[in-house]
């Protein structure tokens, strides 16, 4: 009786140990000393192809799996092996990448047990990771842009080989971290810098932010750089990139002193032609005014309708000399550097007002004279091709001008309520103005902002710093 009870008590702990088997996804077998099977489990074909009948005709485990695996004297040493990596043929012929672990035991007639694991997904998605990366580093190279990344509870950073370039550090030997990086940064650019970082942190949001860095080697480079905090109730973790945006601000700098001295020689010519307008071409035209109008005080020795012709051209000639002289003045307002930048602005609305019949409402606060002669004149210029284009192209009846000024900086408003117009929408290469106002408000450091939209007005703002912050 007992022993039948025994005797289903082991076949049952057998089934269980039979349906475990088959149930996991690991290959077990067990062999004798000279690597013979003496147990395979029933779900070996899951792994290898082959079933089981398939695999015992093959004897040897050395068969199954390419080669002996056992290194005999280590396993005799510790009593098992742990984590050989291996790679086998299937019964189809495909590469399945195995982790096999080797036990010394002492059942079923043996005395090794061998489970293999199959691990060919896991190592797949490790390379497609490590590929992904690689080809991350590549393009991120690729574009001058270096990684980091600043897990902040323990202030542990990593630096990218490109980071390390960006910061004069190519043999990438210097120990990154938060300090050091902010060290490097540029003393006027720092404060800002840390500050846009540490916003972030606070609020885990992100910055972007174009700085100057002064790298291990010495040289000054500049760079934009962007970054993204990620916070889990607390700052926890910072990630960025820095571009070297060196040769863009060079070639920015070339452009802009190359802009500047276009500019530059515009203006002279401009005065060139203002003056020979107002000195020469505007005096000659006044002396023939002069004789015109003596001319015809000698009325009674001409006939009459002769007469009236001479009035007539005396008359025109005088308006001639006027509008010259307006030209003349608009070309390059003496005034502008004689009375100051409010005067100037003042005398060339009301002479806009006077040829267009447009209202001109002028205010000026606090705008002292004399203002740095550069910054002066693109206001003035600004101001000009603002209005202009006002009656041009808003249709408005009015405008409005302000002009204030702060210890740092003078704000220029010229607003109009007409048609509007499509900021975003591309211009006509013909058309100057408004480049050239952008152009102008740039090369002294300003900003210039158009606010207009269709059927509600335009408002041209351009801020100049009164300190040339180089
Ligand atoms: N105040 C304004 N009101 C309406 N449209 C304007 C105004 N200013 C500029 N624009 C529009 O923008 C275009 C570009 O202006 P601009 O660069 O000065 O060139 P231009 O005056 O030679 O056409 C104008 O043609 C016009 O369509
Ligand atoms: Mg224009």
Redesign the pocket.
């Known amino acids: 009786m007992d022993d039948t009870l025994t005797a289903l008590a082991l076949r049952e702990s057998e089934e269980l140990h039979r349906i475990t088997l088959m149930n996991m996804s690991d290959a077990v077998f067990i062999t004798n000393d000279e690597g013979s099977f003496t147990f395979i489990c029933p779900n070996v074909d899951v792994i290898f192809g082959f079933g089981p009948d398939e695999v015992r005709s093959m004897k040897r485990i050395s068969h199954l799996l390419g080669r002996d695996l056992v290194d005999h004297a280590q396993l005799a040493v510790h009593g098992e092996i742990r984590n050989i990596e291996h790679e086998v043929a299937t019964k189809r012929g495909t590469r399945r990448a195995l982790l096999v672990h080797i036990k010394q035991v002492a059942i079923k007639g043996g005395t090794t047990l061998y489970v293999c694991r199959d691990v060919t997904e896991r190592k797949e998605s490790e390379r497609a990771l490590r590929r992904n990366e690689e080809r991350l580093t590549l393009a991120l190279e690729a574009a001058s842009m270096g990684m980091w990344d600043l897990h902040v509870p323990s202030g542990e950073m990593s630096w990218s080989p490109e980071t390390h370039r960006i910061l004069g550090d190519p043999a990438g030997d210097k120990t990154p971290s938060f300090d050091s990086f902010l060290e490097l940064v540029h003393a006027a650019d720092r404060a800002r810098v840390s500050q846009a970082m540490i916003d972030a942190m606070d609020q885990g949001g992100s910055y972007e932010t174009e700085f100057r860095v002064v790298g291990y080697d010495d040289v000054e480079r500049w760079v934009m750089g962007k970054g993204k905090a990620v916070r889990n109730g607390k700052p926890l973790r910072m990630l960025g990139v820095v571009v070297d945006f060196t040769d863009r601000h060079r070639l920015e700098d070339e452009r802009r002193e190359l802009s500047g001295r276009l500019i530059h020689a515009h203006e002279q010519e401009r005065i060139r032609i203002a003056r020979e307008l107002h000195d020469d071409v505007a005096q000659r035209l006044s002396l023939l005014a002069v004789e015109l109008s003596s001319l015809a005080r000698h009325a009674d020795k001409v006939p009459s309708d002769i007469h009236e012709r001479i009035v007539q051209l005396s008359a025109h000639a005088a308006t001639l000399g006027s509008d010259l002289h307006r030209m003349s003045h608009e070309l390059h307002p003496a005034t502008l550097e004689q009375l100051g930048l409010e005067t100037a602005i003042r005398a060339f609305c009301r002479e806009l007002s006077n040829a267009h019949g447009i209202a001109i409402d002028v205010n000026v606060r606090a705008v002292a004279h004399p203002l740095p002669q550069d910054v002066a004149l693109c206001v003035y210029r600004v101001t000009q ?2 209005l ?3 009656v ?5 009846s009015t405008a409005i001008v302000t002009l204030a000024a702060t210890a740092d900086e003078i704000v220029l408003n010229v607003t ?1 309520s ?4 499509d900021v975003r929408a591309p ?2 290469r ?8 952008l152009e102008r408000v740039w090369l002294v450091n300003g900003q210039l902002a ?1 606010h ?1 939209k269709k059927g509600e ?2 408002r ?1 703002e351009a801020r100049v710093p009164l300190q040339n912050a180089g």
């Open positions: 091709e603002a202009r284009n006002a041009r192209h808003s249709g408005a109009d007409g048609a509007g117009f211009r006509d013909a058309s100057l103005g408004l480049r050239s106002m158009i207009s007005g335009t041209i």
